[in-house]
């Protein structure tokens, strides 16, 4: 029997975003991942989850598949992306982490408006503290969260100069269970191989798009029976890994 | 001017008990981004950093960094603590905030 394969794009922000742009509605995003014909998408607004719930009502039974996620921002300034089994599951973390984040307001003309939008693309409300900000929770306490709760973690462009894993922790190292790492520029991997201690994770990339014509413009395809939670992180484990067959070629320094 | 010199002199609580306090520091090195100080950070020195995860010990050990102090009166894990003393390396904690901590080693090191 062949397995079908599926085009998946699992960073995206949406108008709950400060960064993002306002544009980014439910229902432009369905539309957008429609059109550049995405099979799998997550909703991973910084430190909170709840419009993923929109988008997945605007997919509908249509698609595409719509995951629950978060990047969420660690006390090491370390973003990561969390893919969550179901709704309820993705909430907690969201409730856990707002309660862990600095009580600042957003200041919108500078960063932004942070909207939660419904599947029509009415506003359901604005949210008030700045989401731009690291959350309490430590880099290790958020992966044990995310592994007692069916949960998959990916450091985001782990080889960026900001909020990278790399540039801000020096190493990937072996002791944590991540479940890929996501590199945002491939041309920069070969700079950060070196610093990938852990060479058995898989090595993705997506489009972390702000703008509805970024998203999907970096992608990767799984192989997986349906495009469910349960059959991405079973796909997700047997996705390559660069790391180990490109070897650790000398990098330059990072800063 | 050994690890220990430098705590008495700076108030510093020593979190790791007796060891590795006989190593000598030279001089000093302020940064929360490890490939910064990977890249940058002076042998022998001692290291101020507000970050606490166990990558700091790593990083410590690669650049012969003798000690580390948090400041702010920032919570250490004990975890941390353990794996430090097993690699020797000694972790001080300060109240104060990490300008002040800077220039009160600064002016330390620089009379040494």
């Known amino acids: 029997m062949r397995v079908p394969l599926f085009s998946c794009d699992f960073h995206i922000h949406s108008t709950l975003s400060p960064c993002s ?30 419009n993923g719930q929109y988008v ?13 996620g978060m990047e969420l921002q660690t006390r090491e300034e370390v973003h990561l992306l969390m893919l969550f089994p179901d709704f309820e599951t993705a909430m907690e973390m969201q409730e856990t982490v707002y309660g862990l984040l600095p009580p600042i307001d957003n200041d919108p003309d500078y960063f932004g408006d942070q909207v939660v939008v419904d599947e029509n693309d009415t506003i359901i409300r604005f949210e008030k503290r700045l989401l731009l900000n690291s959350s309490a929770i430590s880099i290790d ?7 007692a ?6 450091p985001s462009h782990i080889e960026s100069p900001t909020f990278g894993l790399v540039t801000q922790l020096g190493f990937v190292s072996e002791g944590i269970p ?9 041309r920069r991997l070969d700079a950060v191989l070196p610093f990938i201690l852990a060479k058995d994770l898989p ?21 997986c029976g349906e495009p469910t939670f349960a059959e991405v992180a079973k796909a997700l484990r047997s996705f390559g890994n660069t ?5 650790g070629s000398a990098g330059a320094p990072l800063l | 001017m050994t690890v220990r010199e430098l705590a008495e002199a700076l108030n510093l609580e020593i979190l790791t008990g007796g060891v590795g306090l006989r190593q000598e520091v030279e001089h000093g090195y302020v940064s929360d981004l490890l490939s910064d100080v990977i ?12 970050q606490r995860h166990v990558n700091i010990l790593g990083v410590a050990k690669l650049k012969n960094i003798a000690a580390i102090i948090t400041p702010r009166g920032l919570k250490i894990d004990g975890e941390l603590i353990e794996r430090a003393r097993a690699e020797e390396i000694v972790l001080l904690r300060s109240e104060r905030p990490a300008f002040e901590v800077v220039g009160m080693v600064y002016g330390i090191l620089k009379k040494a």
């Open chain 1, 178 to 186: 991540f479940d890929a790492l996501e590199v945002a520029n491939e």
């Open chain 2, 39 to 50: 890249g940058n950070a002076p042998e022998n020195s001692v290291w101020v950093t507000v």
């Open chain 1, 56 to 68: 997945a009502a605007a997919a509908g039974a249509a698609g595409p598949a719509v995951l629950f």
């Open chain 1, 203 to 223: 090595i993705v990339t997506f489009s972390d798009a702000h703008y509805l014509s970024d998203i999907g413009k970096k992608r990767i395809t799984l192989s």
């Open chain 1, 149 to 154: 709760h069916g949960s998959l973690v990916i």
């Open chain 1, 21 to 50: 742009s306002l544009d980014m509605s439910s229902r432009a995003i369905v539309d957008r991942a429609r059109v550049v014909g995405l099979d799998i998408i997550a909703i991973t607004d910084h430190n909170m989850v709840e």
């Open chain 1, 243 to 247: 790391a180990r067959t490109r070897g």
């Open chain 1, 141 to 147: 306490d958020a992966v044990a969260w995310a592994r």
